[in-house]
């Protein structure tokens, strides 16, 4: 069974900056890609950020284009989201998740496991 845990979240003025950790159970986290998604009260899940299995690749939503960066240590199993200059619209429960294959992908449903979310509240 794998575990995800996230961390880092909190409270942040708009233009702020906080960085996102999820750690990982188990001794195959380097063979599967990572993702981060959101969801807002009264939204759907919304894709943010994806890695593939090396760091090598990434991938990332329009909205946190230039502003997230996602990043992984395998010897530590945990993936990073660096979110910078940071909008009121980008409040929400964060949830890091894990892709059911090594490339990483923005495709909500190729996700089989994900944790119990971080809260992000960005004040204007």
């Known amino acids: 069974q794998v575990q995800l845990v996230e961390s880092g979240g909190g409270l942040v003025q708009a233009g702020g900056s906080l960085r996102l950790s999820c750690a990982a159970s188990g001794r195959t986290f380097s063979r599967y890609g990572m993702g981060w998604f959101r969801q807002a009260p009264g939204n759907e899940r919304e894709f943010v950020a994806a890695i593939d299995w090396s760091g090598d690749s990434t991938y990332y939503a329009d909205s946190v284009q230039g502003r997230f960066t996602i990043s992984r240590d395998n010897v530590r199993n945990t993936v990073y989201l660096q979110m910078n200059m940071l909008k009121p619209e980008d409040t929400a429960v964060y949830y890091c998740?894990?892709?059911?294959?090594?490339?990483?992908?923005?495709?909500?449903?190729?996700?089989?496991?994900w944790g119990q979310g971080t809260q992000v509240t960005v004040s204007s």
């Open positions: 998740e894990r892709d059911r294959g090594a490339a990483g992908t923005t495709i909500p449903q190729r996700y089989e496991y």
